[in-house]
């Protein structure tokens, strides 16, 4: 597992997302998370997932996208700054089941715990999934409001070798 990003105070504390370029521009309203459910919440609830670092938030898109969604269809890397703690850390030693930590579909008990930790803390550091050595944060946008803000936005572009010809 990664080292924890420093979360102490008066540190920045930065995270990173990745969205197809037509929903840059709502990176925190959390309704696709609502919409099917996540990792960390249940459908109804909003969520917004990131990584600690920009290569994590890409590997979490291509997991579900692919390399060549990445490559064909325009996408925006946004940072996000933590203006506020606390955030809540979870350890994977705190993780009831420690499947939840493999990659795999989520149980409902999965959900309910995120749920349940977002809707009292509002911003949750939760071990990567796709990464041991990495970590999501995972922000209910109305439990969280002015905790957080957009730090800067860029176009993402993939370098072309993860998408190669076939030969």
């Known amino acids: 597992m990664m080292p924890i ?28 998370a609502e919409k099917l459910g996540g990792r960390w919440n249940a459908k109804g609830q909003r969520a917004v997932y990131c990584s600690t670092d920009p290569s994590t938030a890409i590997l979490e898109v ?10 064909t269809q ?8 933590i203006t506020k703690e606390p955030i809540y850390v979870v350890q994977p030693e705190d993780v009831p089941n420690p499947a939840w930590l493999i990659p795999g579909t989520p ?18 550091l939760f071990p990567s999934a ?26 993402f572009v993939l370098d072309t070798r993860l998408h190669p010809p076939k030969p």
Request: glycine share 8%.
């Open 5 to 32: 990003p420093h979360l102490g105070t008066g540190s920045t504390v930065l995270a990173w997302r990745l969205d197809r370029q037509h929903y840059a521009a709502t990176w925190d309203s959390g309704i696709g």
């Open 62 to 71: 291509a997991v579900h996208a692919g390399f060549p969604v990445l490559d």
């Open 74 to 81: 325009p996408h925006a890397l946004t940072c996000i700054e």
């Open 107 to 124: 149980s409902a008990g999965q959900q309910a715990f995120g749920c349940q930790l977002l809707a009292q803390h509002g911003i949750v």
């Open 130 to 155: 796709v990464s041991r050595f990495s970590w999501n944060l995972v922000i209910e946008p109305s439990v969280a409001k002015d905790r957080y803000r957009r730090h800067s936005q860029a176009p």
